[in-house]
């Protein structure tokens, strides 16, 4: 199986900065398309970013865009989520996960790291 770790996540004030690191073992990396995904309290889970295998296209929410990159290092197992000028709706537990089929199905998801912006 392939087994997600993330990491990075913690308080902020908005404005601020965070990088979030997902880092993959059990499988290819190159072969996983990766994503992003965010949790806010009493809400649903919603799409952030995704970076296709080879890292040639990326993808974002309305939400995030011009604000969120999201990168990925082959060579490290890692995929990353740099967050600039993050806002309190921003807070969220953030959520990565691997699409090994190609199909725009996240088949395994990490626990979360916990994004806090204070305002």
């Known amino acids: 199986q392939v087994q997600l770790v993330e990491s990075g996540g913690g308080l902020v004030q908005a404005g601020g900065s965070l990088r979030l690191s997902c880092a993959a073992s059990?499988?290819?990396?190159?072969?996983?398309?990766m994503g992003w995904f965010r949790q806010a309290p009493e809400k649903e889970r919603e799409f952030v970013a995704l970076?296709?295998?080879?890292?040639?296209?990326?993808y974002y929410a309305d939400s995030v865009k011009g604000r969120f990159t999201i990168s990925r290092d082959n060579a490290k197992n890692t995929v990353y989520l740099q967050m600039n000028n993050l806002k309190p709706e921003d807070t969220a537990v953030y959520y990565c996960?691997?699409?090994?089929?190609?199909?725009?199905?996240?088949?395994?998801w990490g626990q979360g790291t916990q994004v806090t912006v204070s305002s």
């Open positions: 996960a691997a699409d090994i089929g190609g199909d725009d199905h996240y088949d395994y």
């Open positions: 970076i296709t295998r080879s890292g040639a296209r990326t």
């Open positions: 059990g499988r290819t990396f190159s072969s996983m398309a």
